[in-house]
């Protein structure tokens, strides 16, 4: 892994940051060859660990990127013994041990070196340094991986430089996310305060909606692939629904309202900047216009390059109008997680 490791950063890295200014992309024949592959994969139940997986993907700081637009090939053969090989384009090792606990998967390779990472329905992310920056994406085949979304070279070179995106890019699930919001809808002239706490696969929201005098606190409660309604007056709870699907077990941030609405939006070049006034403060606002499917919305910063508030028109689809505007008024993004919050062994679960 020492030898690989150290041959990958070099292809990896000189190809995804000096080809990008200097040489250009990958052929074309390779991109078409990439999007063939997600989009012939299925979703299929859990998939047994052991078997042969190929790289699809490299994260590179916090970018996905194709790995057939690198020219990056990579396979991991592991075996029902817990032993196997990686290669990684002419190279090949041993891999004397591999292990997985839950989604946690762990490799030793003969030179002693060993990379830990994640494993689910057929996927393997493999963080060879262990700090996050570069992490390779392994799939069996038929295994979904329609819930990721790498970039071409192209598309990383074109990638956006909205706030809104820096914000995007600045958040990470693994790592944590702490949310602090009210959502206010004019359909229902209704306010939903929002205290969310996301971090490695777990997710946890707690939320307070008052609507014409009324008002009801819920938990949703996420993990393992189980949804729990969590009633924490009553501290009762039910199990709500269970879903295998790649998106949610890629980031299951991806359950929260704000989180899904920057982004969605985070990816669009197609906005303007401008001046709004509210309550008498200045905010710089990036404007996305509407389209063919989604509604106009308008993300306002303050002088400190935070997101205060969150205008989204009424959605675009004709049959929707009606729903009104929706106004998220932000007080919180960081990654302070409340971890306490995660055991949730004093609710009686029906």
Request: charged share 20%; aromatic share 12%.
């Amino acid at each position: 892994m020492k030898q690989l490791k150290h041959s990958v950063c070099i292809l990896l890295v000189l190809s995804l940051f000096l080809t990008l200014s200097v040489c250009g992309s990958a052929s074309a024949e390779t991109k078409p060859a990439a999007r063939e592959a997600a989009a012939a994969a299925s979703a299929k139940a859990e998939l047994p660990v052991e078997g042969e997986y190929a790289v699809f993907a490299v994260q590179i700081d916090r970018s996905l990127v194709y790995s057939a637009d690198l020219e990056f090939a990579s396979t991991l053969l592991l075996a029902a013994n817990g032993t196997g090989s990686m290669s990684q384009n002419d190279e090949t090792m041993d891999i004397t041990a591999w292990t997985a606990d839950r989604e946690s998967f762990a490799i030793t390779m003969a030179d002693g070196s060993s990379a830990a990472g994640k494993v689910h329905s057929g996927v393997i992310e493999l963080d060879i340094y262990g700090n996050g920056y570069m992490i390779l994406f392994y799939a069996k085949e038929g295994a979904d991986i329609s819930g990721y979304t790498p970039m071409t070279l192209e598309e990383y070179r074109a990638k956006p430089d909205s706030m809104l995106y820096a914000l995007w890019a600045s958040l990470d699930a693994d790592a944590g996310v702490h949310m602090n919001y009210i959502m206010h809808t004019d359909y229902l002239d209704a306010d939903q305060s929002f205290d969310v706490h996301g971090k490695n696969g777990v997710y946890y929201s707690r939320r307070t909606t008052q609507v014409s005098g009324f008002e009801n606190t819920l938990v949703t409660f996420f993990r393992d692939g189980t949804a729990y309604n969590l009633y924490p007056e009553e501290m009762t709870g039910i199990v709500a629904t269970t879903t295998t699907a790649s998106a949610v077990a890629e980031n299951t941030m991806l359950m929260d309202h704000l989180f899904s609405e920057i982004r969605s939006y985070a990816q669009r070049k197609d906005y303007t900047v401008e001046t709004r006034e509210i309550d008498g403060v200045s905010y710089t606002v990036e404007l996305f216009p509407a389209t063919d499917y989604t509604a106009e919305a308008a993300f306002c910063f303050n002088d400190d390059g935070q997101l205060v508030f969150c205008f989204k028109a009424a959605p675009a689809v004709e049959t929707a109008v009606d729903i009104g505007e929706t106004v998220y008024t932000v007080y919180t993004i960081d990654e302070a997680v409340n971890e306490a919050l995660f055991d949730i062994s004093g609710y009686a679960i029906g």
